[in-house]
Structures are given as structure tokens and as C-alpha cells.
């Protein structure tokens, strides 16, 4: 089997995808298609797939029915799998003993990953929060939920990223497999790390088969992270960047 007719076969159905704007994402997460044709849901998920497989962030976005003003500013930038039973909050350039991250219960399962973005004026467009959610949550009801609980994390940034990851996939090079970098690679000997931070530069946020990582607001810093529980485990957590009225 011919591993690079393979990966250029794969790179076609994803380029001309993408070339016609990418898929719409409905019901939370669960369904996909692409945009100029909403109706072909097998070829959305086989997209999905595909950029999974290849640990490429996937061009998302609402469908017309659910972007609507119970969701303002937030944009869905991809899903992602996790089946260890935790998540872990960090900074990928930090190791697992690194006091500044944390970890937490978890639903395994299908994860949707959407970020908040604000004008922050000379700033440009930040990041403010990177929000994920296990696909039988619902975003717009997450929002303005009463039922976020402060994770006790305190959460440090140093690369000017943070995402949230499978416990056991953390720091796996081999995601990175594959990977087609946008930018120059970061640091060559650390796969994972680098895929990371050109997801952060040249998107400002993504995800990859391990979780969803985004850019820190203004930048490295010491941030708070939330989550909703059910049954003691994750449904749904949340690192707040830039809160309303933070000036850096």
C-alpha cells in the first residue's frame, strides 16, 4: 500500500471541501455536512474522519438555524474523542507533574470544542474562552448556565495556548503523524508540542484526535477554568481568557 497516494488522496476530498467553505456542524457535533450541500451528512462525517485521521483541524461552522443570538461570538472550531475517562487542562508545553494543570473526570465519548472571540481593539481579535462539550450537551443551553463550578485548577499559560486533552493521549508525538504544518515547526523534536502551536498561529484555535487547544487571550498568564458535572464527571468545561471588562 502506497502510504503517500494514500495521504494525497485524503488531502484532495479535504482541499476541495474546505474550497467550497468547508462542512456546517448540527446537532451539536453529531451530524455534519458540507456547506454547499447540507443534506450529504455521510460525506461531512467522512470529512471529519479524514481530518481526524490526519490530526487536521476541520473547517466547522453553524449551521443558520442554531448561529443564531443564543450563541453570539462563539465559533465551533471541531470535534475531538476522548475514552480515558479524564480530561487534562494545560498548557502543551507543560508535562503532566507540572503544578499549573490539572485534570479532571471525564464522560468519554464525542467532544465538540467552540471558542469566544472578542475585539480587544489594538489587540485585534482574541480568543476569550475555549468552551468543550460532550455532543449530548447543547451549547447556547451551556452558555448562561447556573451549573458552572469552578474547576480549582489553576491554570497557567507560558506558550501563549492552552487546550484541553485526553488524559492518556497528552504528549503523544505519535498525533502529530502526518501533520501538515501551516508555519515553521516550533520545536522539531516535540511533534505534539509543535502541532499545537501551528494550530494557535495560524488559526488561533483547533482540534486534533487528543482534544482542542486555542491562543490565551492576550497571551501567558494565570487563567480559571470551569466545568459543568453530571454523575461527578465532565460534561462541559470552560477556560476563561479575557472575562467582560478584563483589560490587559
Not at 90 to 112: E, F, H, M, R
Not at 175 to 204: N, W
Request: proline fraction near 2%.
Amino acid at each position: 500500500m502506497d502510504k503517500d497516494k494514500l495521504f494525497k488522496a485524503a488531502m484532495a476530498v479535504i482541499d476541495t471541501i474546505e474550497a467550497t467553505g468547508g462542512v456546517v456542524e448540527t446537532n451539536g457535533g453529531a451530524t455534519f455536512a458540507p456547506s454547499v450541500d447540507e443534506d450529504w451528512t455521510d460525506l461531512g462525517l467522512a470529512y471529519i474522519d479524514l481530518c481526524k485521521a490526519l490530526d487536521r483541524s476541520p473547517m466547522v461552522s453553524m449551521t443558520d438555524d442554531e448561529d443564531d443570538d443564543d450563541v453570539p461570538d462563539y465559533r465551533i472550531i471541531g470535534s475531538f474523542e476522548t475514552h480515558s475517562g479524564a480530561l487534562r487542562i494545560s498548557d502543551p508545553c507543560y508535562s503532566k507533574d507540572s503544578w499549573c494543570a490539572g485534570s479532571l473526570p471525564a464522560v468519554s465519548g464525542t467532544w465538540v470544542a467552540a471558542v469566544r472571540e472578542s475585539n480587544e481593539g489594538s489587540w485585534g481579535k482574541r480568543v476569550a474562552e475555549l468552551v468543550v462539550h460532550h455532543k449530548d450537551m447543547k451549547l447556547e443551553e451551556l452558555i448562561d448556565s447556573g451549573d458552572w463550578v469552578d474547576t480549582g485548577i489553576d491554570v497557567g499559560v507560558d506558550s501563549g495556548q492552552c487546550g484541553v486533552f485526553d488524559e492518556l493521549l497528552y504528549k503523544d508525538d505519535y498525533q502529530a503523524t502526518g501533520y501538515v504544518h501551516s508555519s515553521e515547526k516550533i520545536r522539531k523534536e516535540e511533534p505534539f508540542y509543535s502541532m499545537c502551536c501551528d494550530l494557535t498561529i495560524t488559526r488561533g484555535a483547533g482540534t486534533m484526535m487528543a482534544g482542542a487547544v486555542s491562543s490565551s487571550g492576550y497571551g501567558d498568564g494565570s487563567y480559571e477554568a470551569f466545568v459543568i458535572k453530571q454523575n461527578d464527571k465532565a460534561v462541559a468545561i470552560k477556560i476563561v481568557f479575557i472575562g467582560e471588562g478584563d483589560e490587559e
